[in-house]
């Protein structure tokens, strides 16, 4: 590991014991059906909070190896996306890390789009793969969906252009569209755990909650607040999870939208998994989450373009590939698409995969994780 390697690794990690930290000595209270984020003096606390100090953060930042990644991985661009999709279909092209244009029921949608030569701006890790579309050639876009306030999924010089080309409503959680705002970028709606949007008649988005933590700076740590989505129109349901750990909110989602016929879901980032597992699903956790969800299509994101945790190049989907393969009467519906890949996806139809298998949904005692 290089010095700016474990140097970027430890800031990031101080971020992360920030947000736990403020959140540790609030009392969340017992599950809902429905959980909410509460507010409390100043900052968000998630139901399950992350159990991470700042002794883990110093372990993690110390003893990390990661494996290795290419410099560069060039690969041209793909074709330009069609204008619009309609009459049921249902397409969604993988860009890169956590971007897609999912274009459905005559919508583009964008989730947390980055073009961004670096992880984040000046300091972050830089991109080990282009973009799979080029901006220019993308269609009109209606909406953009941002999970959360982390420069790899919040990025602003992209934002600014979208906003510039097509001035699409941007959906986010509470308190970054004054954020955004402030930065140059209007058209942000704030939107609550389960709070809807209408985005066209008859397809309506909803926040749905996550475990993960919000914050730019070691400073802001949880002060704007992080989710998930779920599209729903007469094409059927997608959800775009953002970044998410573990938790028992997969099993809200699948209680509220009970027929998701696309589930986004993030396997990399995951190693150190003692460290990562709770604010980031692996390869493991995501097909655990389609079983829980019932989704009859998955595809994977949030690995290839930018080195999040310790795992090598390649090694997140290469193990999602292992799992899937060792059992493969246990999940159906994985697609793992390229930089630019598309995917009509296909209609709903009932994971093989017991509904509702929301076991375990918990880690034990923090202490079993080192």
Not at 8 to 14: M, N
Not at 56 to 69: C, E, L, N
Not at 263 to 277: D, E, N, S, T
Request: include cysteine; hydrophobic fraction near 40%.
């Amino acid at each position: 590991m290089t010095a700016a390697h474990r140097f970027r690794a430890f800031a990031a990690a101080l971020a992360v014991v920030a947000a736990t930290v403020a959140a540790s000595p609030v009392d969340t209270g017992g599950q809902t059906s429905f959980p909410r984020c509460r507010f409390v003096e100043g900052r968000f606390v998630q139901p399950e909070p992350l159990t991470i100090d700042f002794w883990d953060s110093v372990k993690r930042a110390f003893t990390s190896r990661r494996g290795p990644w290419p410099d560069f991985t060039p690969m041209p661009p793909g074709p330009p996306p069609p204008r619009r999709v309609e009459g049921g279909d249902l397409r969604v092209t993988f860009v890169n890390h956590s971007t897609f244009l999912i274009q459905v029921d005559g919508l583009n949608v964008l989730t947390d789009p980055t073009w961004a030569g670096r992880s984040v701006e000046v300091v972050g890790v830089h991109r080990r793969r282009p973009p799979g579309l080029r901006l220019e050639d993308l269609p009109p876009i209606d909406a953009v969906l941002i999970s959360h306030d982390h420069q790899d999924h919040m990025d602003l010089p992209t934002l600014r252009r979208l906003v510039a080309a097509w001035h699409p409503a941007i959906y986010c959680g509470l308190g970054n569209a004054a954020f955004l705002a402030r930065h140059g970028v209007p058209g942000g709606i704030d939107l609550d755990w389960w709070q809807q949007a209408d985005l066209a008649a008859g397809v309506t988005l909803t926040a749905v909650p996550a475990r993960h933590h919000a914050g730019r700076g070691l400073f802001d740590g949880d002060r704007r607040l992080w989710c998930g989505f779920v599209l729903s129109g007469p094409s059927g349901e997608i959800y775009f999870a953002g970044d998410t750990g573990w938790g028992s909110h997969f099993a809200s989602i699948a209680g509220r939208f009970p027929r998701i016929r696309l589930a986004l879901l993030p396997i990399g980032g995951f190693k150190p998994v003692w460290y990562m597992h709770e604010h980031h699903l692996g390869p493991a956790d995501a097909i655990r989450a389609q079983r829980v969800l019932g989704a009859s299509t998955s595809v994977p994101m949030h690995f290839g373009t930018f080195p999040n945790g310790d795992e090598a190049d390649g090694e997140a989907v290469e193990t999602l590939r292992a799992l899937l393969a060792a059992d493969p009467g246990a999940v159906c519906g994985f697609e793992v698409l390229e930089n630019g890949q598309a995917l009509d996806v296909a209609p709903f139809h009932p994971a093989r995969a017991a509904p509702g298998a929301a076991e375990n949904l918990r880690w034990p005692n923090p202490s079993a994780r080192r």
